[in-house]
C-alpha cells in the first residue's frame, strides 16, 4: 500500500481541535509528556496519520500505547531521536477515528535524561473536535497507580519499563467506567512521608503544586517541569489518592543516610513487631497535611483515599488521619475507600498487581465514585 499524497503537516500549536492529557507546562512547541497517562487525543478523518516524537534517555526508554476509538491496538517502545510514527494507515478516509496516544512510562526521576515531546502530526484528512468528558479525576499514587507489573508474565522481575501500563491500570480503567478525563500522578516506590527504603524525599505531597517536580536535573528544569501548576487550567471532581503502601514498608527496611549531611530516617518497629508510636504518628500528620493541599488546590473535589491492594497494614493510620482532618477542618468531602487485595490468582509482574487486579479494583472504586458524585456515599 503506498502513501498517501496528500499528507498536510499540522504543528501541535496550529491544531484547533488538540485534546491534550496529562499535567503540562501548557506549551506546545513542543508538547513535553511528564507523567504516566499523558498524552494527546485527536478525532480524525483521512486515510493515515503520523506523529512526530522526539525521545531521549540515559536509561530508561519511554513506552506508550495507541488507542483507536477505545481499544488499544498497539503498543511500543520507543528509541532515542527524532523522528515520525504512523498511528494508522489504510483506514477509511471518510469515517472520523478517535486517536489516543498514552505514554505507559512513569515520570523518571531516576533518569533526568528522560523526555518525550511531540511535535507535530500528519494527515491526509481533518481534524475534528474531540467530545469533552463529563467528569475530571486525578489519580495519585505509587508504582500501583504508575501500572508497573499491570502487564507482564507472573515472573518477571526486571525493574524496566516494559512492565508500566498507563491503559491496563485501576486508574484508566476507573474513569473509563465512568466516562470521565483523568490525570496521573504517580511514583514507583513513593509515599506520603517517606519512600520505602525510608528516604524522606520520596514523597509525593512535596511535589504536588509543582508541574512535575520530581524530576531532577537541568534540562528538566529547563522544560518547565519545576513550574508552579496553574491549577485553575484543570480542576477535578474527584481525587484519587493511593498513597501508603510504601510508607509501610519502609518500617520493615534499613534506615536512610543522606551522604551529604551524615543524618539517618527510619520509621522503626517495636521489638513486639508493632510500629513505633511516634513514627506511625509522623505518617499520620502527613497524611493530615497532604489532605489540606489538597483541598486548597482543589476546593470543590470529593478527595477519596483509597488503599489496600498490595494489603492493609497503614488502613488503621489512614482512617485515624482522616478522621483527624475532617474533625478539624469540618471537611466531609474526604474519605476512605478500601480497594480489593491482590491475589494469587491477580499477582502481575514484579510481585505488583496484575491486569486482573486492576480490573476488579477499578470496578469497585469507580461504583464507590458514582456514589458519590451522585452524592449517595458517606464515611
Not at 522526539?54 to 517502545?77: C, H, K, T
Not at 474513569?175 to 524522606?200: C, F, H, K, M
Request: net charge negative; glycine share 8%; proline share 4%.
Amino acid at each position: 500500500m503506498k502513501a498517501s499524497t496528500n499528507m498536510k503537516e499540522y504543528r501541535l500549536s496550529d491544531i484547533e481541535h488538540l485534546k491534550v492529557h496529562g499535567r503540562t507546562t501548557g506549551r506546545l512547541s513542543p508538547l513535553t509528556l511528564f507523567w504516566t497517562g499523558s498524552g494527546i487525543e485527536l478525532n480524525a478523518t483521512g486515510s493515515e496519520l503520523w506523529i512526530e516524537v522526539e525521545v531521549d534517555y540515559e536509561q530508561y526508554e519511554p513506552w506508550i500505547s495507541l488507542l483507536v476509538n477505545g481499544a488499544v491496538v498497539s503498543r511500543q517502545m520507543l528509541t532515542a531521536g527524532r523522528y515520525w510514527i504512523c498511528l494508522f494507515r489504510g483506514m477509511n478516509a471518510a469515517k472520523a477515528k478517535q486517536i489516543r496516544l498514552v505514554k505507559d512510562l512513569q515520570a523518571m526521576s531516576a533518569d533526568p535524561a528522560c523526555s518525550l515531546h511531540i511535535h507535530a502530526v500528519k494527515s491526509d484528512g481533518h481534524i475534528l473536535p474531540v467530545e469533552e468528558k463529563p467528569y475530571k479525576i486525578e489519580f495519585i499514587g505509587d508504582s500501583i497507580t504508575s501500572g508497573e507489573g499491570a502487564i507482564g508474565a507472573k515472573e518477571e522481575e526486571d525493574w524496566i519499563p516494559m512492565w508500566f501500563s498507563a491503559v491496563h491500570n485501576y486508574a484508566a480503567l476507573t474513569a473509563e467506567a465512568l466516562n470521565a478525563e483523568y490525570r496521573i500522578l504517580s511514583q514507583s516506590g513513593w509515599g506520603v512521608l517517606t519512600s520505602w527504603d525510608n528516604n524522606p524525599r520520596g514523597n509525593l505531597p512535596d511535589y504536588y503544586e509543582q508541574v512535575c517536580g520530581l524530576l531532577t536535573g537541568e534540562k528538566n528544569r529547563a522544560l518547565g517541569a519545576f513550574e508552579a501548576h496553574d491549577f485553575a487550567s484543570w480542576q477535578p471532581d474527584v481525587v484519587v489518592v493511593n498513597l501508603g503502601t510504601n510508607d509501610g514498608g519502609a518500617f520493615h527496611s534499613p534506615p536512610w543516610r543522606d551522604e551529604a549531611t551524615g543524618e539517618t530516617h527510619q520509621q522503626r518497629l517495636l521489638e513486639d513487631g508493632t510500629y513505633h508510636a511516634e513514627d506511625v504518628q509522623a505518617f499520620e500528620d502527613a497524611v493530615v497535611q497532604f489532605l489540606r493541599k489538597l483541598r486548597r488546590c482543589n476546593p470543590q473535589a470529593q478527595i477519596v483515599w483509597a488503599y489496600g491492594m498490595l494489603g492493609i497494614p497503614m488502613m488503621p493510620a489512614i482512617y485515624r488521619a482522616v478522621d483527624a482532618y475532617r474533625k478539624q477542618t469540618g471537611d466531609r468531602n474526604v474519605t476512605v475507600f478500601q480497594l480489593p487485595d491482590t491475589t494469587a490468582e491477580t499477582i502481575g509482574a514484579r510481585t505488583h498487581p496484575g491486569r486482573l487486579a486492576h480490573e476488579r479494583a477499578a470496578r469497585d472504586l469507580s461504583a464507590y465514585i458514582r456514589g458519590l458524585l451522585n452524592g449517595a456515599a458517606s464515611l
